[in-house]
């Protein structure tokens, strides 16, 4: 067993709280002006309400994060569209 030092989070950027499900992400408590979440961008990531969302650029990661510009929204919810929210 060890210990961290640092403090672990899904925000790579941004702040607020996150509850992950399959194929959905829950969002409450968003910094305002956008948030970068530390999962694999997929093509069919979608939120309700309706925000941009696009993939965001790690180095030495060929897939990157899900950048969300939520403007002032503090509480949406990212899900994979490919399939139908439960």
């Known amino acids: 067993m060890y210990e961290l030092d640092t403090l672990t989070t899904f925000f790579e950027r941004g702040s ?3 509850t992950a499900r ?3 992400i829950t ?3 968003a910094s305002v002006g956008g ?3 530390k999962y694999h961008w997929l093509d069919h990531w979608r939120t309700e309400p309706e925000l941009p969302v ?3 650029a790690i180095p030495g990661d060929p897939v990157g994060f899900i950048e969300i ?3 002032t929204c ?3 919810v990212l899900y994979n569209s490919y ?3 439960e």
Do not use: A
């Open 16 to 18: 607020g709280k996150l």
């Open 22 to 24: 399959q194929n959905t």
């Open 27 to 29: 969002v409450g408590d």
């Open 35 to 37: 948030v970068v979440l």
């Open 54 to 56: 696009r993939k965001f």
């Open 69 to 71: 510009d939520n403007g």
């Open 74 to 76: 503090t509480d949406f």
């Open 83 to 85: 399939r139908r929210r």
